[in-house]
């Protein structure tokens, strides 16, 4: 298992489409995504659950990932919220 | 609410947020979005089956709709914008959904609508429980989903849009992305909205097919009639309904000022402000709210020549946080990065101060005691706001800009709390502009005979001449037996103007204008003629400067300025600049 805690950097948050990129790239992998928030965890392969964490910018999220390739996954998805998911 | 005043005359005037700009005079078309009717009955156990079937049926027609969906406005207002339907279809995807609504539908004995309905609504509620405003925006996201399944589960295959068949206005409760994309440009002319905000899909979409649109204005869907005459203002979020002749005249004026403007901005924005000859004089903006900042850039300024911060001391009875200025600062200064914005500290006190500064109406306000005399005597208040603004200064380009400075004595003081500032956030480590530049505004007689001196001691001057003409002058503009007398192409003004760009340029600082003679297009060939480096004026008032000083060559202006500095009088001086504007700039006056 793999964990990392990041921060939210893209002015508009996790809402709609950053939310589909994420749960886009965590589907390309075998292993489980989670999501938490605060005390709160979402199915990071759910995109109703990842819009629920209505993460703002400066948010912090914590990303575990469960699964054979769970280094690449968790490589793959800290790219892309450090990417501010393309948006900026 | 009938209203009447003088230009405008309607059945009910709105106000709401302006979300896409122009104006659309039209008829109602009113679309019916959150009506659904739902069933509230409980099943018998025997067609608990079929329900689950009619639910799973209802959810592979809403997707195969919203591929169809996707592909026409994809075609239409390009790939980016489908986008959205990519969430709408992963929705729906979604087991955390299906396997709920099943559930409620099975163990309930539930029907498909009124299990899919509550689902749905639960996470909309979430979501709109949050704080930021554009993810309650989102829920619309939500809205548009649950409504396409419940259609389908009502076997109702009609698009509501279609019923559209002359041009109107779209009024509803709520526009959903997929109504949003549908418009047809041809027969919509605008859209008035109850829900939404700035950053709602509906916004978004409107602005990238330029249909004009107020959203967010509470109960226009409950107040119109279907065929009703409507104005809407998206520029300024106002919807008119059922206005007279007269009123529908003005704003076809206008609108047509609109389209007219419009294409004058087109034609310039991202152009450098050049003279003929290839002088370049920085044209920058000034900015009073955070929501113009948006204009500053498309109105193709480039830059903030003065951000005045003085509503952030007025939008509450508390004083403003260190954090909170920085917030807001912020804001701005990442917009108009990499251009530089100039941030005037607190000028309040000339006619109104906020209840948390704690004093009584003074007798001469303007004489009295207001912006850096205040901020000298309260520095408490000076230091929260210095801090915020070295703060910002690590975020993008930023200067500080002291108003109301009289002398040196003031300057050496701001001077000293600057550091004091600056070491305190050193300790702290806090990130800060360890190098930020500082300017005096010149608006005080005695700062701008004393120009030069002042001028060694800062990096750059900005005149002010709203209050530098009322003090040179001895006039109150406020005052209308004498408001005659204000004018700044006054020859004394005219002459102190002249002193203090030399007495600027001579100890080797650039000096520009921030008061409105700076857009005064009668000012304009002086000003260049005079050297001026920077002029800072209104986010609207770019296009037409810019023009000016593009088809002026600078030696003609600097003849023009020559020539006007020996006329005696104000009326020689208005008579020589509108002769000479009237025929170079034809178009403009």
């Known amino acids: 298992m793999v964990k990392k805690i990041v921060q939210i950097k893209n002015k508009l948050g996790l809402h709609a489409r950053p939310a589909l990129l994420f749960v886009n790239t965590a589907a390309k992998f075998e292993a ?31 990303i575990t990932v469960k699964g054979l390739d769970e280094k690449k996954a968790i490589k793959a998805l800290i790219e892309l919220i450090e990417n501010k998911f393309n948006e900026e | 609410m009938a209203v009447k005043n003088r230009k405008i005359k309607c059945k009910y005037f709105l106000k709401g947020v302006p979300a896409s700009p122009g104006i659309a005079i039209s008829k109602v078309f009113k679309l019916k979005g959150e009506s659904i009717r739902i069933d509230p009955t409980i099943l018998k156990d025997s067609s608990v089956d079929d329900e689950v079937e009619k639910f799973v049926k209802a959810v592979e027609r809403s997707k195969s ?31 955390v959904i299906i396997e709920e609504t099943i559930n409620a539908i099975t163990k309930e004995n539930r029907s498909a609508e009124f299990a899919f309905y509550n689902v749905m609504q639960k996470y909309e509620d979430t979501l709109n429980g949050s704080t930021a405003d554009h993810f309650q925006n989102r829920t619309s996201d939500l809205r548009d989903v649950k409504r396409r399944v419940i259609r389908h589960i009502q076997g109702d295959r009609t698009d509501h849009l279609n019923q559209l068949s002359g041009s109107a206005v779209i009024v509803t409760n709520d526009l959903t992305p997929s109504d949003a994309v549908m418009l047809d440009r041809r027969k919509v002319f605008g859209f008035a909205t109850d829900l939404g905000g700035r950053t709602s899909h509906a916004a978004i979409m409107a602005r990238s097919m330029e249909v004009p649109a107020v959203v967010g204005l509470r109960r ?84 903030v020549g003065l951000y005045r911060t003085d509503y952030i001391y007025l939008a509450k009875k508390e004083l403003p946080t260190e954090e909170e200025q920085f917030q807001e600062y912020r804001k701005i200064v990442k917009k108009i990065a990499p251009d530089s914005v100039i941030i005037r500290t607190m000028d309040l006190g000339g006619d109104k101060l906020p209840e948390s500064f704690l004093i009584p109406p003074q007798e001469n306000p303007f004489l009295g005691w207001r912006a850096i005399r205040i901020s000298l005597a309260r520095k408490d208040i000076f230091n929260t706001q210095l801090r915020a603004i070295l703060r ?25 709390l600057i550091e004091s500032a600056k070491s305190e956030l050193q300790k702290e480590g806090i990130k800060y502009d360890p190098n930020i530049e500082i300017g005096a505004i010149i608006e005080v007689p005695s700062a701008a005979l004393l120009a030069d001196r002042i001028a060694r001691e800062v990096d750059f001057l900005s005149i002010g001449t709203n209050d530098l003409v009322q003090y040179l002058l001895a006039v109150d503009r406020g005052n209308e037996r004498i408001a005659y007398l204000y004018q700044h192409l006054h020859p004394a003004v005219l002459r102190m103007i002249k002193q203090i760009i030399v007495a600027g340029h001579q100890e080797g600082v650039w000096v520009g204008m921030c008061g409105e003679m700076a857009s005064d297009p009668l000012a304009t060939l002086i000003l260049i003629g005079m050297d001026l480096d920077e002029f800072s004026v ?35 001086v208005e008579r020589f600049m509108t002769k000479i504007v009237r025929k170079k700039f034809k178009d403009l006056i």
């Open chain 1, 32 to 62: 489980d995504v989670y999501l938490g928030r605060d005390d709160h965890e979402v199915n990071g392969k759910s995109i109703m659950g990842v819009m629920m964490l209505a993460a703002e910018m400066g948010s912090k999220l914590t």
């Open chain 2, 65 to 95: 709709e919203l591929k169809s969906l996707q592909s026409k406005v994809a075609h239409r207002v390009g790939q980016e914008n489908a986008k959205i339907f990519d969430v709408h279809q992963l929705l729906l995807e979604d087991s």
């Open chain 2, 220 to 303: 226009v869907f409950a107040l119109v009639q279907e065929g009703d005459r409507i104005i809407i203002d998206g520029s300024e979020g106002k919807v008119l309904v059922q206005p007279d002749e007269k009123t529908i005249k003005h704003y076809r004026q206008l609108q047509e000022k609109y389209y007219d403007t419009n294409r004058k901005l087109e034609e310039v924005r991202n152009l450098k402000s050049l003279t003929l000859d290839g002088k370049e004089i920085e044209l920058s903006a000034n900015l009073e709210f955070t929501d113009e900042v948006e204009s500053v850039k498309s109105h193709g300024a480039k830059g």
């Open chain 2, 392 to 416: 910002v200064g690590a975020v993008g380009n930023v200067k500080i800009l002291l108003p109301m400075i009289s002398g040196l004595d003031e300057i050496h003081e701001c001077k000293k």
């Open chain 2, 538 to 572: 209104s986010p609207i008032a770019v296009p037409e400067i810019k023009k000016m000083i593009r088809s002026t060559e600078y030696r003609e202006a600097a003849r023009i300025a020559k020539k006007v500095l020996q006329f005696e009088r104000p009326s020689e």
